[in-house]
C-alpha cells in the first residue's frame, strides 16, 4: 500500500497504550466527534470524546487492558 505523508484532513491523536507499552494512533471518526483506535498488541478498542480533557494534548495514554 502506498503510503502519503502529506497532511489529510483526517486528523489523528498519538496514543500511549500503558498496558502494553506499545505506541498508536487514534483516528477521528466521520462525525467528526469521537477519536477511535486499537492497540496494535492486544487489540483492544480505545476511544477518545473531542472536547474531553485528555483530547486537548496531541499525545494521550490509554489503558487497553483491565
Ligand atoms: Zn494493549
Known amino acids: 500500500m502506498p ?3 502529506r497532511q489529510t484532513k483526517r486528523r ?3 496514543v500511549q497504550f500503558v498496558d502494553c507499552q506499545v ?3 487514534l ?3 466521520a462525525e ?3 477519536y477511535t483506535g486499537r492497540c496494535p498488541r492486544c487489540g483492544a478498542t ?3 470524546r473531542v472536547g474531553d480533557e485528555g483530547t486537548k ?3 494521550f495514554l490509554a489503558a487497553c487492558r483491565r
Open 3 to 5: 503510503i502519503d505523508h
Open 12 to 14: 489523528f491523536l498519538g
Open 23 to 25: 505506541y498508536g494512533r
Open 27 to 29: 483516528y477521528l471518526n
Open 32 to 34: 467528526g466527534t469521537v
Open 46 to 48: 480505545v476511544r477518545a
Open 57 to 59: 494534548c496531541r499525545f
